[in-house]
């Protein structure tokens, strides 16, 4: 079994700042990217960022110089964090952290979301 679980939505003001969490856990033999999206009512779910096992991120042009992507795997953590800052409203969407890993070494690797955390950006 494998759980994601995000943390670190809520309300913010227009220009403020949120950092969201993601955590992966369960029987996971080897993460090979991991990352966020997130889906507007109305619209198609949208990548926001991802980060591989070897470190490279890649993000949307219109969240670039705004959110930043980091991960914590020190000691068996599977963490990531998305700082967000000079949030818009059109940052207003549910956000979900998808992790694609291998359960074990025989096993293809496998995508897993979480439940999705809402941001709200308004004043």
């Known amino acids: 079994q494998v759980q994601v679980v995000e943390s670190g939505g809520g309300l913010v003001q227009p220009g403020g700042s949120l950092r969201l969490s993601c955590a992966a856990s369960?029987?996971?033999?080897?993460?090979?990217?991991m990352g966020w999206y997130r889906q507007a009512p109305g619209q198609e779910r949208e990548l926001v960022a991802s980060?591989?096992?070897?470190?490279?991120?890649?993000?949307a042009d219109s969240v670039k110089g705004r959110f930043t992507m980091s991960r914590d795997n020190a000691n068996a953590k599977n963490i990531l964090y998305l700082q967000m800052s000079s949030l818009k409203p059109e940052d207003t969407a549910v956000y979900y952290c998808y992790v694609n890993l291998r359960t074990t070494r025989w096993d293809p690797i496998r995508g897993y979301w979480g439940q999705g955390t809402q941001v709200t950006v308004s004043s």
């Open positions: 369960g029987s996971i033999f080897s993460i090979n990217n």
């Open positions: 980060i591989s096992s070897g470190g490279n991120i890649v993000d």
